[in-house]
């Protein structure tokens, strides 16, 4: 996710331990539902919308993001280009989410283009219009308000350490914003186990944290004492008051040649690294196991506790789980807790009634022999943000003459949030004209009407994708991620299809592979060694 001036982190590695109530089931392998925005599970479903309707919205908020990741890429900002008209969702997924002790159920926009995650919290000041009830911390006994000083804090603003407790602000580029201060909590998660099989490699005996937020020996289930209202002692409500007034931010201004590393540790300009030992914060872990369910509850992850939060957002969502590559984001506090490792498999869009899974910890998908993998390169300017190194295009067997160059500045990102992929218009220009020439179908045009969305390369649609090639990418390493029609082509109209593709912006150069890509694929980010695996799956199936 864009938003207004990238905040300046100190990228160091929060070394993580957590404690184990139970050593089996292993607790470094759970998985959750991820819902589509359109789907008929989703809160935001509108059930009168047609599916051409909806590929319309999703078509504007791919063109709208696309906009906002080039300019905070590339430290230009034009916000009159911005489809300010639209609620905004973050991320085209959503997980569900309960925080605090006891739980409480929250929809998050799941979003690997962005770093922190973040809720609208009790007392609210200036909120947007939220479904249900919204977080309050003095109904929860895990609520820790981060003071200035905290590691977490400090990495949020670049190591100097700003007033208690700790204020953060997100601005999106169309100005909606969130602002409040940084905490920790207890956050369940619904789950389902992955493989029992699977390979533990955090099975050394492990660390107790003692979490100054939890009493563990008030009960086996964290969840049954319900906290006494007004008694949480890690809260004080006149310390909250809106932090707007004295936080300090400090922006960077990345460069237009970015400088992309594999290491795992990349330096900042922005003081000495702090060491592991700094780190005061240690999630821990446990498994509830009921009959009806089996509920993973971490206690101790930072989030952003948000008292004003305006702008374009919509009713359905509380707030945005950031899955980026920052240490702020929910994977990266998780560490060692999920081996550094997550995955996802997005079930493909036209399955409205169906459920990707995102899985944290090793996925037992990838010890088989068609797994591709390929490095994830990061620039420490910005590293919420996945690069990958493109190094050429197929269409069916046909390798295509792209200009030397084309992608070499590194600007192609995988994300979750946008649904089309945008190509630099060295590769956009070679791929359209080698479609053009091999596909013999009757032509057609979008039928949208809005001349700001359109699809340059229609078709006439066939029965079963009949006549269309598919599309490969070749990553280095020799990762070829082979794209069939369905992943390349979406229904615009009952008898239209048209190419899932736009060309990036001339000058700012940024290509994506937004989700349709993806569908039927399952991704794991390794933010330890920053590698990129991927493997073909039918999701409906896992």
């Not at 295009?393 to 990102?413: A, C, H, Q």
Request: with cysteine; glycine share 8%.
């Amino acid at each position: 996710m864009a938003y207004q001036g990238v905040i300046a982190l100190s990228f160091f590695l929060l070394t993580l331990s957590f404690s184990l109530s139970n050593p089996s089931p292993n607790p470094t392998a759970f998985r959750v539902d991820l819902h589509h925005c359109d789907s008929v599970h989703s809160p935001l479903h509108d059930p009168s919308a047609s599916p051409y309707a909806l590929r319309k919205l999703a078509v504007e908020r791919s063109i709208s993001r696309h906009n906002a990741l080039q300019w905070e890429i590339s430290g230009k900002y034009s916000p009159s280009d911005l489809r300010t008209d639209m609620k905004r969702i973050p991320g085209e997924y959503l997980m569900k989410i309960s925080i605090g002790t006891p739980p409480q159920p929250f929809w998050l926009s799941f979003d690997t283009g962005s770093d922190l995650v973040w809720t609208q919290c009790e007392p609210c000041a200036n909120c947007f219009e939220q479904d249900g009830e919204k977080y309050d911390p003095e109904n929860s006994c895990t609520f820790v308000a981060l003071e200035g000083t905290a590691p977490l804090c400090q990495a949020y603003h670049g190591g100097t350490p700003p007033a208690n407790p700790c204020p953060y602000t997100v601005v999106y580029l169309d100005q909606s914003h969130s602002t409040g201060i940084l905490a920790t909590e207890s956050f369940t998660f619904e789950t389902s186990r992955v493989d029992a099989t699977t390979t533990n490699p955090l099975s050394s005996p492990y660390r107790i944290n003692a979490n100054p937020g939890y009493n563990s020996s008030a009960s086996n289930n964290p969840l049954s004492s319900p906290c006494k209202t007004n008694s949480n002692p890690h809260y004080s409500s006149s310390a909250t008051t809106n932090p707007r007034s004295n936080h300090i931010f400090a922006k960077t201004n990345p460069s237009s040649t970015i400088n992309l590393s594999s290491d795992s540790t990349p330096s900042s300009n922005n003081g000495t690294i702090p060491s592991a030992s700094t780190t005061s914060t240690s999630p821990s872990v446990t498994i509830i196991t009921t009959n009806d369910a089996i509920q993973t509850v971490i206690t101790g992850i930072g989030f952003g506790c948000g008292r004003t939060n305006t702008g374009n957002f919509v009713p359905a969502m509380a707030g945005v789980a950031g899955l980026g590559g920052g240490p702020l984001s929910l994977t990266s506090q998780l560490g060692g807790i999920i081996a550094g490792k997550y995955s996802y498999c997005l079930t493909l869009s036209t399955a409205t009634d169906a459920m990707g899974k995102l899985i944290f910890g090793d996925n037992p998908v990838f010890d088989g022999p068609n797994t591709k993998r390929t490095q994830i390169l990061r620039d420490p300017n910005i590293p919420t943000y996945h690069f990958l190194g493109l190094e050429g295009i197929s269409v069916g067997n046909k390798r295509l003459n792209i200009p030397v160059g084309t992608f070499d500045s590194g600007r192609f990102i995988i994300d979750s949030g946008t649904t089309l992929n945008f190509l630099a218009n060295g590769g956009y220009g070679p791929l359209t004209d080698e479609l053009k020439d091999v596909i013999q179908l009757e032509a057609a045009n979008d039928p949208s009407t809005d001349p700001d969305i359109v699809l340059e390369l229609c078709y006439k649609k066939p029965n079963n994708y009949e006549g269309i090639p598919d599309i490969t990418y070749h990553f280095s390493g020799g990762a070829d991620w082979i794209m069939p029609p369905q992943n390349s082509f979406e229904v615009a109209s009952a008898d239209v299809i048209c190419l899932a593709l736009r060309p990036a912006d001339e000058q700012l150069q940024l290509s994506i592979m937004g989700n349709m890509a993806q569908q039927n694929m399952v991704v794991e980010f390794n933010v330890n060694d920053n590698i990129l695996s991927f493997v073909p799956a039918d999701c409906t199936a896992l």
